[in-house]
């Protein structure tokens, strides 16, 4: 499932800069938050271009299919990796692809 970031401060709550999955936004109205600059789809790097732990993180999902950020996030389970391991790997995959406004305190 595609993955998104509020280029500006949206009604439902998602601050500018934060990544969000589809269930935060009504499928109808996502091609318009696109058209009108309120939203992005977010592309997401490969595991393997990102720094250290996640090469190694690579290799351990990489029979899931599992090559990027976006399908880390998405992922429900994945053999050989813990549940909490893979809770933990999502909200760093979150942060990475973040962009944090120093706007207004952050908000």
């Given at each position: 499932?595609?993955?998104?970031?509020?280029?500006?401060?949206?009604?439902?709550?998602?601050?500018?800069?934060?990544?969000?999955?589809?269930?935060?936004?009504?499928?109808?109205?996502?091609?318009?938050?696109?058209?009108?600059?309120?939203?992005?789809?977010?592309?997401?790097?490969?595991?393997?271009?990102?720094?250290?732990?996640?090469?190694?993180?690579?290799?351990?999902?990489?029979?899931?299919?599992?090559?990027?950020?976006?399908?880390?996030?998405?992922?429900?389970?994945?053999?050989?990796?813990?549940y909490q391991e893979l809770v933990d790997w999502q909200q760093q995959?979150?942060?990475?692809?973040?962009?944090?406004?120093?706007?207004?305190?952050?908000?």
């Open positions: 499932m595609p993955l998104y970031r509020a280029l500006d401060h949206l009604d439902n709550g998602v601050r500018k800069g934060r990544v969000f999955n589809h269930s935060r936004i009504k499928a109808e109205n996502v091609q318009r938050l696109i058209e009108v600059g309120a939203i992005a789809e977010v592309r997401a790097p490969p595991l393997l271009a990102l720094p250290d732990p996640w090469p190694d993180r690579a290799a351990r999902v990489a029979d899931a299919g599992i090559v990027d950020l976006e399908q880390l996030i998405d992922a429900v389970e994945v053999d050989g990796v813990t995959a979150y942060r990475l692809l973040t962009i944090e406004s120093k706007c207004c305190g952050g908000k």
